[in-house]
């Protein structure tokens, strides 16, 4: 069994010590799998506070992610996520309610800052004493709304981009993040830690990042809501970059009303951020716009890229289109790119990452703290190399390569991002226009594959990249499960048209009401349907 590194002691004691700050009174049982907006209306009605939330969570979190069954979904918890909670409960008390997320808790994945005394690592040795005493423009926005930051969520180190062989959830500094419905499974990544925790009860809200498909693909396999927004949506300053080209944060939640909630929060142009300049006359109320027949009549792209790949998959698919059907929705059946069009993509991409990577990297980590030592790419390659914890696993096959890039000002760079970026847009409009369709839908990937570091594991594909390179809007949300497994389905629509997709992601949930709760199960031979087959006797 994959054992965490760091952090374990730390962590705990951080559990104990906001334990020890809880009243002698234990707080009222709750729903741990409550939306955001049933622990709104609760609190609103006084039968709830936030304190109480908090301390239901910390709980929970001492208890799921620190015994059994060791999720390891948190790497730090904040110091002051309590106290945080009953200055909210006072202003509450006091008349003032900031909005539909006061008071309730949100899980940052540890790769965006927060001035709250936590360190914001990657998942990184080399970046354990990065406290630096910022709050990234995401995070301040969403605590002026009222949210309580309750910590740090695990993830893939340095957002999946050390290794051409890494482990998805893997991290240095807390281990493997454990999928709850089979614990053998991947989380997948890089978010896999916000979409575990959204999964598993022990968080209400998380923040996630997708370069291509970290928001995505955890949220798909934990079978939670997660939205990819329109690329310059949200800020990305003091967050540790793998491409200002692609990078985005975005929600992951278990209802579509908390995602438009989050994004009501999260959006905006920051100055320090020239990708968002245009975010401010693209941002709406992302709450205003949900309503239950919203698909009626709405021309629906379907894609089937990955049909047969898993005919379980294909099934589940096959009855979320019925149930689009049923909502009202117009279906029309559209032919994807091929392979060649996709490898086209992928392979301009994946040389661009790197010089990007390398460029925005080194920039990041020469405003580090100042306890950080390792201050360029150079320095990291280094410093993995001499640290045996690092690569148990797996290499830095990714970042041996990266330091070796171009600068970003090199021609055979600029001509390579522009083509991964106009190929994907053009085929993503393509389908879009040629068939008069307002979002398209697939599945997001198939149920979670096992984790084995040995052989490494298999994938059903997904549609991360088109929208990823696009830099267009990518909804993901429960359409059902294969044997208790979760399967999502993507929504992808056209730039800046992250309310559409989430307004119709909405009415599908509605129609649905997919998601099912984890059960925490060590492997499928401990499913009921197929316990008796495994071991008749």
Same mark, same amino acid.
């Given at each position: 069994?994959?054992?965490?590194l760091?952090a374990?002691?730390?962590?705990?004691?951080?559990?104990?010590?906001?334990a020890?700050?809880?009243?002698?009174a234990p707080?009222t049982p709750l729903?741990?799998?409550?939306?955001?907006?049933?622990q709104?209306a609760?609190?609103?009605?006084?039968?709830?506070?936030?304190?109480?939330?908090?301390?239901?969570?910390?709980?929970?979190i001492?208890?799921?992610d620190?015994?059994g069954?060791?999720?390891?979904?948190?790497?730090?918890?904040n110091?002051?996520?309590l106290?945080?909670?009953r200055?909210?409960?006072?202003?509450r008390?006091a008349?003032?309610?900031?909005?539909?997320l006061?008071g309730?808790?949100?899980?940052?994945?540890?790769?965006?800052?927060?001035?709250?005394d936590?360190?914001?690592?990657a998942?990184?040795?080399?970046?354990?004493d990065?406290?630096?005493?910022?709050?990234?423009?995401?995070?301040?926005?969403?605590?002026?709304?009222?949210?309580?930051?309750?910590?740090?969520?695990?993830l893939?180190?340095?957002?999946?981009f050390?290794?051409?062989h890494?482990?998805s959830?893997?991290?240095a500094?807390?281990?493997?993040?454990?999928?709850?419905?089979?614990?053998?499974?991947?989380?997948?990544?890089?978010?896999?830690?916000?979409?575990?925790?959204?999964?598993?009860?022990l968080?209400t809200l998380a923040?996630?990042?997708?370069?291509?498909?970290?928001?995505?693909?955890?949220?798909?396999t934990?079978?939670?809501v997660?939205?990819?927004?329109?690329?310059?949506?949200i800020?990305?300053?003091?967050?540790?970059?793998?491409?200002?080209?692609?990078?985005?944060?975005g929600?992951?939640?278990?209802?579509?009303?908390?995602?438009?909630?989050?994004?009501n929060?999260?959006?905006?142009?920051d &100055?320090? $951020? =020239?990708?968002?300049?245009?975010?401010? #006359?693209h941002k /709406?109320?992302? +709450?205003?716009?949900?309503?239950p027949? %919203?698909l009626?009549?709405?021309?629906?792209?379907?894609?089937?890229?990955?049909?047969?790949?898993?005919?379980?998959?294909?099934?589940?698919?096959?009855d979320?289109l019925?149930?689009?059907?049923?909502?009202?929705?117009v279906l029309?059946e559209?032919?994807? &790119?091929? $392979? =060649?069009?996709?490898?086209a993509?992928s #392979?301009?991409? /994946?040389e661009? +990452?790197r010089v990007?990577?390398?460029? %925005?990297?080194?920039?990041?980590?020469a405003?580090a703290?100042?306890?950080?030592?390792a201050?360029?790419?150079?320095?990291?390659?280094?410093?993995d190399?001499?640290?045996?914890?690092?690569t148990?696993?797996?290499?830095q096959?990714?970042f041996?390569?990266?330091?070796?890039?171009?600068?970003?000002?090199?021609?055979g760079y600029?001509?390579?991002?522009?083509n991964?970026?106009r190929?994907?847009?053009?085929?993503?409009?393509?389908m879009?226009?040629?068939?008069?369709v307002?979002?398209?839908v697939g599945p997001?990937?198939?149920?979670a594959?096992?984790v084995?570091?040995?052989?490494?594991?298999?994938?059903l594909?997904?549609?991360?990249?088109?929208?990823?390179?696009?830099?267009?809007?990518?909804?993901?949300?429960p359409?059902g499960?294969?044997?208790?497994l979760?399967?999502?389905?993507?929504?992808?629509?056209?730039?800046?048209?992250?309310?559409?997709?989430?307004?119709?992601g909405?009415?599908?949930?509605?129609?649905?009401?997919?998601?099912i709760?984890?059960?925490?199960?060590?492997?499928?031979?401990?499913?009921?349907e197929f316990?008796?087959?495994?071991?008749?006797?």
């Amino acid at each position: 069994m994959l054992k965490t590194l760091v952090a374990a002691t730390a962590l705990t004691a951080l559990v104990a010590s906001a334990a020890a700050a809880q009243p002698t009174a234990p707080p009222t049982p709750l729903n741990p799998f409550a939306s955001g907006a049933e622990q709104q209306a609760a609190m609103r009605a006084g039968t709830l506070t936030s304190e109480a939330l908090v301390q239901a969570y910390l709980a929970r979190i001492a208890d799921l992610d620190r015994k059994g069954p060791r999720l390891n979904a948190v790497i730090a918890l904040n110091p002051h996520a309590l106290a945080d909670a009953r200055k909210l409960d006072a202003e509450r008390k006091a008349g003032r309610v900031r909005g539909p997320l006061h008071g309730v808790p949100v899980l940052l994945k540890d790769n965006i800052e927060s001035a709250d005394d936590t360190a914001t690592t990657a998942g990184s040795l080399a970046l354990k004493d990065n406290i630096t005493g910022r709050d990234a423009p995401l995070v301040k926005r969403l605590t002026d709304a009222g949210a309580v930051i309750l910590g740090k969520a695990n993830l893939s180190e340095w957002a999946n981009f050390r290794s051409t062989h890494s482990i998805s959830g893997w991290t240095a500094i807390a281990g493997l993040v454990r999928n709850p419905y089979l614990l053998d499974r991947t989380a997948c990544g890089s978010s896999a830690g916000s979409g575990v925790a959204v999964a598993a009860g022990l968080t209400t809200l998380a923040v996630g990042t997708e370069t291509d498909g970290s928001v995505t693909c955890p949220a798909a396999t934990n079978g939670v809501v997660g939205l990819k927004p329109t690329l310059g949506l949200i800020s990305r300053t003091y967050v540790v970059p793998i491409s200002p080209e692609q990078d985005t944060p975005g929600p992951m939640t278990r209802t579509v009303t908390d995602a438009a909630a989050m994004l009501n929060a999260m959006a905006g142009s920051d &100055p320090a $951020d =020239a990708w968002t300049k245009d975010a401010d #006359a693209h941002k /709406t109320d992302y +709450l205003a716009g949900l309503k239950p027949d %919203a698909l009626q009549g709405v021309r629906v792209g379907v894609l089937r890229v990955t049909a047969g790949r898993s005919p379980q998959t294909d099934a589940v698919f096959e009855d979320a289109l019925t149930a689009l059907k049923k909502a009202g929705a117009v279906l029309v059946e559209v032919k994807g &790119p091929d $392979d =060649a069009a996709f490898s086209a993509v992928s #392979a301009n991409e /994946t040389e661009a +990452l790197r010089v990007e990577f390398k460029a %925005a990297l080194n920039g990041y980590l020469a405003t580090a703290a100042p306890k950080v030592t390792a201050r360029t790419l150079d320095a990291l390659v280094a410093f993995d190399a001499k640290e045996p914890r690092e690569t148990p696993l797996f290499g830095q096959e990714i970042f041996e390569s990266a330091a070796k890039a171009p600068p970003i000002t090199d021609a055979g760079y600029l001509q390579r991002r522009a083509n991964a970026r106009r190929l994907a847009r053009e085929a993503l409009d393509k389908m879009l226009a040629d068939n008069t369709v307002e979002i398209l839908v697939g599945p997001s990937t198939g149920p979670a594959t096992i984790v084995d570091p040995i052989d490494g594991s298999r994938s059903l594909g997904s549609y991360s990249s088109l929208p990823a390179v696009a830099g267009y809007p990518h909804l993901t949300l429960p359409m059902g499960n294969v044997s208790g497994l979760p399967v999502n389905i993507s929504m992808i629509g056209p730039a800046w048209a992250d309310a559409r997709v989430l307004a119709l992601g909405y009415a599908f949930e509605q129609a649905t009401h997919a998601r099912i709760d984890p059960q925490f199960l060590p492997n499928v031979g401990a499913r009921p349907e197929f316990a008796k087959a495994y071991d008749p006797r």
